[in-house]
């Protein structure tokens, strides 16, 4: 069963920190490269970070670089985001997903997708 769940965000001030988590069902995380993207209102979902089933590629999007970290614990099928230093620009509602490839930071790399959770950060 496809099932991917987000949670951790809410309402925090800038220069904040938040962290997200997504749990995956077994089939849904094991061997698959997780990432997570976010869409802000009237804007395309980007890509933000993922990390590869063995957690040996890592990739960030620039504007995230140096303040969020991605990382994965493979025996709880969960994969979390650590925000720090947040921005009103970080402001958007952050997807968690699932794709069978390696190196994985596009859209169409990935199968599965959670909910989503918003994440708002006030000026």
């Known amino acids: 069963q496809v099932q991917l769940v987000e949670s951790g965000g809410g309402l925090v001030q800038a220069g904040g920190s938040l962290r997200l988590s997504c749990t995956a069902s077994e089939d849904t995380f094991t061997g698959r490269t997780m990432g997570w993207f976010r869409q802000a209102p009237g804007k395309e979902r980007e890509f933000v970070s993922g990390?590869?089933?063995?957690?040996?590629?890592?990739n960030y999007a620039d504007s995230v670089k140096a303040r969020f970290t991605i990382s994965r614990d493979n025996a709880k099928h969960t994969v979390f985001l650590q925000m720090n230093s947040l921005k009103p620009e970080d402001t958007a509602v952050y997807y968690c997903a699932s794709g069978v490839r390696y190196e994985a930071s596009r859209s169409s790399d990935y199968q599965y997708w959670g909910q989503g959770t918003q994440v708002t950060v006030s000026s």
């Open positions: 990390i590869s089933r063995d957690g040996g590629i890592i």
